[in-house]
């Protein structure tokens, strides 16, 4: 059994990482803690193979407590869950442990598929009869299978309507995005609304003159 160690300082997201953890077999969590320090304590009384760790924590940056963790060394494996996009952090994180980053917020189906990818990659033991052995060992913990997207949906028109939205702090609607970037109005208010199902967008109602009010769509920034 995999023990895993929950760090994240919003209560209810803890508690719903330790659920998604709990309901993957072979993965069980030996502790939740809500800060660096409560993460250093748990792991003095607790050996853990796996820290599902948040970035932003209260009393420190989650780098900064794996630094320390190696500098003490714990050698668990990480897998980082944030917000955060900086790839230089990403390039720090990879050079301290962490094996795999979940960006937030992100479906129990996601996770699911991190930790069995870990836990494959945590399996594969014995001398590699070669190269491709190798290769597969390492692809099963770096190359996850894209999230699938809602049927008519592809990842490249996501990808543009993410930019413009992302570009657009005072919001935007449906019929501005798709003229901006070439589709119709109702291709856009469906790749929108997919945003706001998976929690990186909003919407609300703007009220004219005359009419129906138009909907405008706004990019969620997270702080964790």
Do not use: C
């Not at 300082?9 to 809500?34: E, I």
């Amino acid at each position: 059994m995999i023990q895993v160690l929950v760090v994240e300082d919003d209560p209810v997201a803890a508690d719903a990482h330790r659920l998604y953890v709990g309901r993957v077999p072979g993965f069980t969590v030996a502790a939740v803690a809500h800060s660096r320090a409560q993460a250093v304590r748990a792991l003095e009384r607790t050996p853990v193979d796996l820290l599902l760790l948040d970035l932003y924590l209260p009393d420190g940056h989650g780098l900064q407590l794996l630094r320390s963790l190696r500098a003490a060394g714990h050698s668990a494996d990480v897998i980082a869950v944030t917000s955060a996009r900086d790839l230089a952090v990403v390039r720090e994180g990879v050079s301290l442990g962490v094996v795999q980053y979940v960006l937030k917020p992100f479906t129990f189906a996601t996770l699911r598929d991190r930790l069995v990818r870990y836990a494959e990659f945590r399996a594969a033991a014995g001398e590699a009869s070669g190269q491709d052995e190798v290769d597969r060992a390492l692809g099963a913990l770096r190359a996850p299978q894209p999230a699938q997207l809602p049927k008519g949906l592809s990842s490249p028109t996501l990808e543009a309507v993410t930019r413009a939205l992302r570009a657009a702090p005072d919001g935007v609607t449906a019929s501005a995005a798709g003229e901006e970037l070439g589709i119709s109005r109702i291709t856009a208010r469906r790749y929108l609304e997919h945003l706001v199902t998976v929690g990186r967008a909003v919407r609300s109602p703007q009220y004219g003159q005359i009419g129906r009010p138009e909907l405008y769509y706004r990019w969620v920034t997270q702080n964790h």
